[in-house]
Nanobody
Framework: QVQLVESGGGLVQTGGSLRLSCTAS????????MGWYRQTPGKERERVAV???????GYADSVKGRFTISKDNAKNTAYLQMNSLKSEDTAVYLC?????????WGQGTQVTVSS
């Protein structure tokens, strides 16, 4: 088992930046991936970004060039740097870990972008 703790959400103006963190309660084994989805009422959950244990990253088209995902293995933590935020980025951001066939979720953090 592993617990994921998220932090870093909040309220920001259009064009601003936020950094989300997702810390796992133990070391993550190889052949895993961490990332974020986001959820808004009435919309399907959207995968925002992912970082594989190899270091390869992937992004939704809607955030490419604005968001950057990274990880610090020593801290068991993934980060999502969000720049040039838009109102449509407003959502609950959910951190996840996929490891050895199991999916784990963080508690979610609200990001609100005001115009």
């Amino acid at each position: 088992q592993v617990q994921l703790v998220e932090s870093g959400g909040g309220l920001v103006q259009t064009g601003g930046s936020l950094r989300l963190s997702c810390t796992a309660s133990r070391s993550i084994v190889s052949n895993s991936r961490m990332g974020w989805y986001r959820q808004t009422p009435g919309k399907e959950r959207e995968r925002v970004a992912v970082v594989y244990s190899s270091g390869v990253t992937g992004y939704a088209d809607s955030v490419k060039g604005r968001f950057t995902i990274s990880k610090d293995n020593a801290k068991n933590t993934a980060y999502l740097q969000m720049n040039s935020l838009k109102s449509e980025d407003t959502a609950v951001y959910l951190c996840y870990l996929w490891e050895a066939g199991r999916q784990y979720w963080g508690q979610g953090t609200q990001v609100t972008v005001s115009s």
